[in-house]
């Protein structure tokens, strides 16, 4: 696979940073500040998203319907060298450029693009609960690098593996609320943050050297366990990643596994890939014949991976396998989240319960 001039311009990028910087942790900020709900359809627009097969969604039901319905919360987790977020930032660039709310993407608080996996896995669970308690809507985790480490960890958090009780944090104070528990939005019950859980979760080139860190020493016999608080996830090893310590069996001799009934899925990339820029993809919306192929992507019952058109194809492989989940999984929420609605407009003498969404 060639190197695209966006993976060169960024590596450039990152390479004259490192030397002038060092190793340090970085955010990138952005000017979409302040909590954006999700729109509320009207009935023929609800028709039309709880018609969607969750696992054949298209450019135009992507542009013309879920858009305009219920949109779960993306929380991406960059990794840990400083400017590496660029990458990520790219990759957000990418999803919007797709077609999913760039509001949905920014933290409504600084409205940076990206976590980092130095900030507190604690408050990132509350940000889950937070983020789902506002939208109606569980939210996703994409991590890369260390960053991926960092997003089994917040799904260890809501498990309860390190405490049976952490508080909702709030993007908007950027600070921890005085309660662990919050008003599910479906139900209208009160109900802890320990126990919730995000539809779906994704982890690249996670592993290696950055479990020596001591931030990441709770999860050097956790990483590869994934719990119950995420409906699918997906492990995405490079055949060969000297960062990650990964080579071409690691996807069977250290998979990911489900400690209960989560869906596990352990994916493959070709060596060609580079652990530093697999996130990279933003160029890949922009060619035309790139974004169809991306767009008509469907995952490998037998977990072969299918050829790439030729061109601008860096990271490709990756784009699409994620790009296809996050469509999956926003048509599932929002399904679920119309289907509450509807029951709880014809249940008989309903009233709405305190802090549901309506």
């Known amino acids: 696979m060639r190197c695209s001039s966006r993976n060169l311009n960024i590596a ?21 500040p302040g909590a954006a709900r999700s729109p509320q359809p009207d009935r023929a627009t609800e028709d039309r998203i709880l018609a969607l097969d969750p696992e054949r969604i298209g450019a135009e ?40 709310p760039e509001a949905k993407i920014r933290d409504p608080g600084d409205g940076r693009f990206s976590y980092s996996p130095y900030e507190s896995s604690e408050a990132l669970a509350g940000l889950v609960a937070w983020f789902y308690e506002h939208d109606g809507a569980r939210p996703m985790l994409i991590g890369h690098s260390q960053g991926g480490i960092q997003a089994v960890k917040v799904l260890h958090e809501l498990a309860g593996d390190f405490d049976d009780r952490v508080p909702v944090w709030n993007p908007l104070t950027d600070a921890a609320e005085s309660r662990t528990s919050i008003v599910d939005p479906l139900t209208g019950r009160r109900r802890p943050v320990v126990g919730l859980s995000v539809s779906y979760a994704s982890a690249v080139a996670a592993g290696g050297a950055a479990l020596l860190l001591p931030n990441q020493w709770s999860m050097v016999d956790r990483l590869r366990s994934i719990p119950d608080t995420v409906d699918e996830f997906t492990g995405f090893f490079i055949e060969v990643d000297l960062w990650a310590w990964d080579g071409p069996d690691s996807a069977r001799t250290s998979r990911y596994v489900a400690n209960g009934k989560a869906i596990v899925r352990n994916v493959t990339l070709p060596a060609a890939y580079n652990h530093v820029f697999v996130p990279v993809t933003a160029h890949l919306a922009k060619d035309p014949m790139m974004r169809r192929w991306i767009d008509a992507y469907v995952p490998s019952a037998t977990g072969e991976l299918p050829a790439v058109p030729e061109g601008p194809n860096d990271n490709a492989l990756w784009a699409a396998d994620v790009w296809y989940s996050i469509k999956k999984h926003w048509c599932l929420e929002a399904q679920r989240l119309i289907r509450a609605r509807r029951a709880e407009r014809t249940a008989p003498h309903a009233a709405a319960a305190p802090g549901r969404l309506q």
């Open 12 to 32: 450039l990028a990152l390479a004259l940073a490192l030397l002038v910087t060092g190793c340090a942790t970085g955010t990138t900020g952005g000017a979409i």
């Open 61 to 100: 039901e992507v542009r013309d319907t879920l858009a305009a319905g219920p949109t779960p919360q993306i929380m991406n987790i960059h990794g840990g060298i400083y400017p590496v977020h660029l990458a990520m930032t790219d990759f957000a660039e990418f999803l919007v450029a797709m077609g999913y």
